[in-house]
């Protein structure tokens, strides 16, 4: 298996050398020169998680053993509540089902990428003997789970951008009250977006990428994309056989990488009657999944911090096989998207794509339905899903985050604050960070003065 960039003039790579590059030379994302079947997977009904991670892992990844796969996944799972069933399927009502992804280590669906990812970093630290400077940018959970996948790890230093003062309290906690030293939170002046734009400005000057020995922690890097498709063949495995047929998978979306882990699962075989880009007021995907343009706008601050973004850079990989595998036309599209203006996509076909968007007032609205109605309590993104409920029809909601990263949002809604021991010793601890502009040079120069 070979890995393809999307913008078709990067020279193909193995799994491993594509983990390692995070984003291709051309500035395109890796994808699979070839979706396998998942049938075998599907067929075999619920197994443990690690173990259906592993099998998943070892139709694209060569260059591991399988009793290496199979090691590595169940170090990566080892620390959720449950590691054979790390993301628990709710019955809501007898069609509708939440899956919980927050049952790792932050609390949040980041957890199963990047726990692997941290232990991938480590290992290939292991057998190459150089050093590692990882770098991402976040809108609230990818930063806490790449950090806690990494913290103390022998040769890896981690720095993470996220815009100040646009997530939660708890998410920031999460980032800046680690105790390790190879940790670097970076408090960008301005949105996510802007912190995204850097990190890709970065990775697209090959001198410094190179000689700074940079690696990708956000959803440009396959192997988080990866990672999540098995979550969606989990929840397809826990449901009753009557239930199988027509699956509506409901998701919570800003970047774009949850959802399209689903469509690529539903490609090699999932079973899948509709995926539904939930999002909040910050709708751009919303809008080009009902018109087919895409048109970026200004980031407006709302109760779904993580979904509060304009730049969906995961719709590149989309796009790719939607025009074809035709590396030249997605490079050609993707450069009139850098300029920011309104780019109409060429006989746009949402196919098994809808979408829905939710204001505030929307979320507050849905929180409280949701605890009136099945007395439960998501989070503020996984409240945008519950606008999609059809009666009798099969319904999965993927719920990325725990409500407790959210105590004033959810009470708020329904007055109660939901804590959590580990969240709450954080209030407990002092914040260390680093306060930037969101201008690339800048960035640039401070990570010159703290790489390995």
Excluded at 207 to 236: E, P
Excluded at 249 to 258: A, D, I, K, M, Q
Excluded at 353 to 378: E, L
């Amino acid at each position: 298996m070979r890995f393809l960039s999307t913008r078709g003039s990067a020279p193909p790579l193995n799994f491993t050398d594509a983990f390692a590059a995070g984003l291709a030379p051309d500035g395109g994302l890796y994808v699979a020169e070839r979706l396998p079947s998942i049938q075998g997977l599907l067929e075999k009904g619920p197994t443990r998680y690690p173990e259906l991670a592993a099998e998943f892992f070892q139709l694209f990844n060569e260059d591991y053993s399988k009793e290496k796969t199979n090691e590595l996944f169940e170090k990566s799972y080892s620390s959720f509540e449950d590691p054979s069933n790390a993301a628990p399927l709710v019955e809501l009502s007898n069609s509708t089902y939440v899956l919980e992804l927050f049952h790792g280590p932050t609390f949040a669906f980041k957890d199963f990428g990047l726990q692997l990812v941290g232990n991938m970093f480590e290992e290939q630290i292991a057998r190459t003997g150089q050093s590692i400077n990882v770098l991402g940018a976040t809108s609230g959970d990818t930063g806490s789970a790449a950090i806690h996948g990494l913290a103390d790890k022998e040769g890896a230093r981690v720095f993470v951008l996220y815009p100040e003062g646009r997530i939660s309290d708890i998410q920031e906690r999460q980032m800046t009250c680690t105790e390790s030293d190879n940790i670097f939170p970076i408090a960008i002046e301005g949105s996510f977006d802007d912190a995204q734009r850097i990190v890709k400005d970065l990775f697209e000057d090959l001198d410094f990428k190179y000689r700074a020995r940079l690696s990708a922690v956000n959803s440009i890097n396959l192997a988080r994309i990866l990672a999540q498709c098995v979550y969606y063949i989990h929840a397809y495995n826990q449901l009753p056989e009557k239930q199988k047929d027509h699956v509506h998978y409901v998701v919570p979306t800003g970047n774009f990488g949850n959802v399209l882990a689903g469509w690529l699962a539903g490609q090699m075989g999932l079973p899948a009657e509709q995926f539904t880009v939930a999002t909040n007021q910050n709708d751009l995907l919303f809008r080009l999944f009902r018109e087919g343009i895409y048109d970026p706008r200004t980031v407006n601050p709302s109760l779904a911090p993580s979904m509060d973004i304009q730049v969906a850079s995961n719709f590149e990989r989309f796009l790719y096989y939607h025009l074809g595998e035709e590396g030249q036309s997605t490079s050609e599209i993707m450069k009139e998207i850098k300029k920011g203006d309104e780019v109409i996509i060429p006989e746009f076909d949402a196919g098994k794509f809808s979408a829905t968007r939710t204001d505030d007032a929307g979320i507050i609205d849905n929180i409280r339905k949701a605890k009136d109605h099945y007395n439960y309590v998501p989070d503020p993104h996984t409240a945008c899903c519950f606008n999609e409920l059809v009666n009798n029809q099969t319904t999965i909601m993927l719920a990325t985050a725990h409500p407790a990263k959210f105590p004033e949002t959810i009470n708020e809604a329904i007055n109660e604050s939901p804590k959590h021991p580990s969240l709450e010793k954080l209030r407990e601890r002092t914040p260390k960070k680093e306060r930037l502009p969101a201008n690339t040079d800048a960035i640039r120069e401070y990570l010159e003065k703290n790489i390995l």
